[in-house]
């Protein structure tokens, strides 16, 4: 239970002063819904009101703090022209200009006569000075009220920054002092202050260097995140190898039979990772190993050669993937292996109902299925295993830790888990997603694939691809074509898949299939029948298709809009071909002009295929909010922490996250104590669960 301390800081937004339902969805959609969020949302810059010239010294372009006194007013005889307060100093004379504001308002906020501070941007406009609808207008006397500096927020439409900086500041009033949970020699070595202190100050920014990732406050709080998150992995860890497992050991007689079935022999890195997860099985701790391997690396066939083993040993298997397309896949991929070692396997998707599923559903409780391959649909409560050893999770940065630990809890004894990914993953991101684990890595491709020819083309050369296409289908080419949305939208120019499919079925004169995440699981896995068959040479597809999808015969990746794709992405997208013997080719069409950021993406992704080198470029370019689609998955978004800037930091944390575990277990010292708070401030509760005491 979370201690009353922070009760406060998880209310509601909408318990602040000021913020009515209206204003509460526009925060929501800003920083979050909760006065944590707000806390947590750190000003992206500043205003800098601090210049403050004379008139005859002020400098156009800049925004400035001036003393006035008001001369004249002169109101526009057409509501379309603007009302005009005439005012000066002992130097010059400026206007304040506005639009479509009521006179009477103004006369009483800038009687003639009077002196004021106005601050705003300061313009030339006919030989003359104005300042359009200044920010601020004060009286002489309360120039102590007006803050000079100002931290600015990321807004969203519709949301003033006055609106949310207030918000903030009533969110920050409940930040209570807490006892200190940091090691003192790192505080003291660090310069740091408290984590109270850090708040306020990264709240309150009075130059652009307080806005970096290196300030001291920031330090301390992207510190303070980043331990957070290591704690909680190795509690896990060491509670995971705290518990005895189950000794799995295989005669290899299954696996033997049905790799005998496979078309290509193991690759050396496939029979080394096979080799690192049977001794992990075989052991008495339980298994908590990740598989990473690249694009069309083999992952697969390494689950197979695991959930063989397990299923030999008499218990069952479950391979979990997080769409419906990669489920099928994978069922269509071991089927076979499974058929020719004589195992049972079966699906379970959302799409499985009635009858059907609840004949699935009694066959895994009375131990007729020994290996079942599905998606969340796992996680119901209505799935019962009748002994489940082996959790495979698929394309695990879909899931969160939370995830694994509910498939784990299926079993009615110890379930071994084995986390796959293609998506490879900086060392920094592996280690605050995947800490608490041990990591096989796939690094050959099989044999006989051959290089993929990448290729940048503008979008002024549109109708070249059509032609290299319409050719390439002549000779009995497949291939795919990759749009970021669904249908046209007025607000974007991107285009659209619906629209492409239609263009492309006139310009080729060739069947063009369409499949998007919109459509219902039977239209999609019609559509991708068609294009497995050949019976549809073109398939135009959103991102949907990004993992797991396997056609070998397709040999041509189109990519439009390449430039508003992230890197890894494009890489998984490109990994859809060459998969096959024949040469293969992706075309990336951007729109010009290109940034620099776009430019160093695509050119890097025209130099190499080496995922591992593509994902270090991608974190270094974009930061790791972006680099996984992290804010649509279950991967770490951290808030304060930024991986690119603080990487030496997680580095630190995680080992004084194991000293803390192998000193301290249950966090009962008084650092532990306080090193609870700060779990659960950042929302860790599932590893303080795990504590005897907790």
Known sequence: MRPSILFPLFRETRTLSGVGPKVEKLIARAAGTRLIDLVFDLPVGLVDRSYRPKLKEAEEGRIATVEVMVRDHLPSQNPRWPYKVRCADETAFIDLVFFRTKGDYLKRTLPVGARRIVSGRIERFRDGLQMAHPDHIVGPDDIDDFALV???????????????????????????????????????????????????AAHAPES??????????????????????????????????????????????????????????????????????????????????????????GKTVVAMAALLTVVECGAQGALMAPTEILARQHMATLEPLARAAGVRMAILTGREKGVAREQTLKALEGGLIDILVGTHALFSEDVSFRDLALAVVDEQHRFGVHHRMKLQGKGDKPVDVLVM????????????????????????????????????????????????????????????????????SEKSDLAAAEDRAAMLRQALHAPVGLIHGRMKGPERDAAMAKFKSGETKVLVATTVIEVGVDVPEASIMVVEHAERFGLAQLHQLRGRVGRGSTKSTCLLIYQPPLGDTAKARLKTLRETEDGFVIAEEDLRLRGPGELLGVRQSGMEEFRLADLAAHAELLTTARDDAKLIVSTDPELMSPRGEALRLLLYLFEREEAVRLLRAG
């Open 150 to 200: 100002k931290p600015v927020y990321a807004l969203t439409e519709g949301l003033p920054l006055k609106s949310l900086s207030k918000a903030v500041r009533g969110a920050l009033e409940k930040v209570p002092e807490m006892a200190e949970w940091l090691d003192k020699p790192l505080l003291r070595a660090r310069v740091w202050p408290s984590f109270r202190a850090a708040i306020f």
């Open 208 to 297: 652009p260097a307080d806005l970096s990732p290196e300030s001291p406050a920031r330090m301390r709080l992207a510190y303070d995140e980043l331990l957070a998150n290591q704690l909680a992995l190795a509690l896990i860890r060491a509670r995971m190898r705290g518990q005895k497992g189950r000794v799995l050991k295989s005669t290899d007689a299954f696996k033997a039979k049905a790799f005998a079935a496979l078309p290509f022999a193991l690759t050396v890195s496939q029979q080394q990772a096979i080799a690192e997860i049977e001794a992990d099985m075989a052991s008495s701790s339980r298994m908590l190993r990740l598989l990473q391997g690249d694009v069309g690396s």
């Open 421 to 488: 990914t293609a998506t490879p993953i900086p060392r920094t991101l592996a280690l605050t997603a995947y800490g608490d684990m041990e990591v096989s890595r796939l690094t050959e491709r099989p044999a006989g694939r051959k290089p993929i020819y990448t290729r940048l083309l503008s979008a002024e050369r549109i109708d070249e691809v059509i032609v290299h296409l319409r050719q390439a289908i002549a000779r009995g080419a497949r291939a795919y074509w990759v749009c970021p949305l669904v249908e046209e």
